[in-house]
């Protein structure tokens, strides 16, 4: 169900709040990311919900939410951008650097971020999600 909304959420800011090649060159990438993230949380946590296996979870999830990044701006991103927004990160502050300065810190602590909240808003609604 979570990657459902993330679709439905990634094509309703991309028919929304269209930012030209900023969102058709990020969406698929936070689309892919994410879903990695939820793959990793989802993976050590659904089968048995303990405080371990979410923490588990989480860092999995960040680790491959920001290893996915780095692969897709490497690959995907960074050429994108080059060619269709003349906007070359690697001639700018060098690839490398923008890779390991700016991407692998935003997303670890996008990561933690976003297992911080989760766990703040599923802690309160924890019983009403297990009746249902």
């Given at each position: 169900?979570?990657?459902g909304v993330?679709?439905?959420?990634?094509?309703l800011?991309?028919?929304?709040?269209?930012?030209g090649?900023g969102?058709?060159?990020g969406?698929?990438?936070?689309?892919?990311?994410?879903g990695?993230?939820?793959?990793g949380?989802s993976y050590f946590?659904?089968?048995?919900?303990?405080?371990?296996?979410y923490?588990?979870?989480s860092?999995v999830?960040?680790?491959?939410?920001?290893?996915?990044m780095v692969v897709?701006?490497?690959i995907?991103?960074?050429p994108?951008y080059?060619?269709?927004a003349?906007f070359?990160?690697g001639q700018?502050?060098?690839?490398?650097?923008?890779?390991f300065?700016?991407v692998?810190?935003?997303n670890?602590?996008?990561?933690?971020?976003f297992?911080?909240?989760?766990a703040?808003i599923?802690?309160p609604?924890k019983?009403i999600?297990i009746k249902?």
């Open positions: 169900s979570a990657i993330l679709l439905l959420r990634s094509l800011k991309l028919l929304l709040n269209n930012g090649p969102s058709i060159i969406l698929p990438m936070n689309f892919i990311a994410l990695f993230f939820v793959w949380l946590w659904k089968k048995n919900q303990t405080s371990k296996n923490i588990l979870g860092v999830g960040t680790l491959a939410l920001t290893l996915a897709l701006n490497y995907y991103a960074v994108l080059a060619k269709f003349n070359d990160i700018f502050i060098g690839l490398y650097k923008y890779l300065t700016m692998v810190p935003f670890l602590l996008q990561g933690l971020i297992a911080v909240v989760f703040l599923y802690a609604l019983s999600l249902l």
